[in-house]
Antibody, heavy 125, light 108 residues
Framework: QVQLVQSGAEMKTLGASVKISCKASGFTFPSSTMHWMRQAPGQSLEWLGWINAGNGNTKYSPNFQGRVTITRDTSASTAYMELRSLESKDTAVYFC??????????????????WGQGTLVTVSS | SSELTQDPAVSVALGQTVRITCQGDSLTIYYASWYQQKPGQAPLLIIYGENNRPSGIPDRFSGSSSGNTASLTITGAQAEDEADYYCNSRHSSGGHYVFGAGTTVTVL
């Protein structure tokens, strides 16, 4: 079955960087597109970006452009998300998810059909 | 701020029907997808496309759309449906994505 397993919780200081991994199994990783989201305490989900695991192409949220980098290692079936220059507002649970799509009568739906368990990143001074 | 607008909270009596809405310009181009999230858990996809449920999602969950509004309906709400529900779609301007602020459903 499809499974996404993320790395463990991280505690970082202001200005540091964090890199989280997301190991995939149960599907053909190079044929997938992997997304990263986050959720601050008590807040909604926020989309950070995606990577095409086959060709490595990426797209980032304008809110994080320049501060986030998503990479992958196809030999390890793993996606990574690095966030730099951490601020206290970056304290959140970070999720990876696999994307799928369906188009019908010219209208498409893009959705996240499998999610990792989440990784808590705590940023403090 | 979200570019998809959801009501913050709704309540429904056990066994009754509740509709959650999501409004945004991107929904005139793309279908929304809907996610259920319970405390301490990852989101779970419950509706995608015109009205599709992944395997294992009860048929009391259904989706619809009209113009710039997508709706999620729970017909015969159960106690275990108490959760936060988020809509999501691809942004109308290109390859990035947006989530609604979420709707908390309370089953009375």
């Amino acid at each position: 079955q499809v499974q996404l397993v993320q790395s463990g919780a991280e505690m970082k200081t202001l200005g540091a960087s964090v890199k989280i991994s997301c190991k995939a199994s149960g599907f053909t990783f190079p044929s997938s597109t992997m997304h990263w989201m986050r959720q601050a305490p008590g807040q909604s989900l926020e989309w950070l970006g995606w990577i095409n695991a086959g060709n490595g192409n990426t797209k980032y949220s304008p809110n994080f452009q320049g501060r986030v980098t998503i990479t992958r290692d196809t030999s390890a079936s793993t996606a990574y998300m690095e966030l730099r220059s951490l601020e206290s507002k970056d304290t959140a649970v970070y999720f990876c998810a696999r994307a799928s799509s369906q188009c019908k009568s010219g209208t498409c739906s893009y959705f996240f059909d499998s999610w990792g368990q989440g990784t808590l990143v705590t940023v403090s001074s | 701020s979200s570019e998809l607008t959801q009501d913050p909270a709704v309540s429904v009596a056990l066994g009754q029907t509740v509709r959650i809405t999501c409004q945004g310009d991107s929904l005139t181009i793309y279908y929304a997808s809907w996610y259920q999230q319970k405390p301490g858990q990852a989101p779970l996809l419950i509706i995608y496309g015109e009205n599709n449920r992944p395997s294992g999602i009860p048929d009391r969950f259904s989706g619809s759309s009209s113009g710039n509004t997508a709706s999620l309906t729970i017909t015969g709400a159960q106690a275990e449906d108490e959760a936060d529900y988020y809509c999501n779609s691809r942004h109308s301007s290109g390859g990035h994505y947006v989530f609604g602020a979420g709707t908390t459903v309370t089953v009375l």
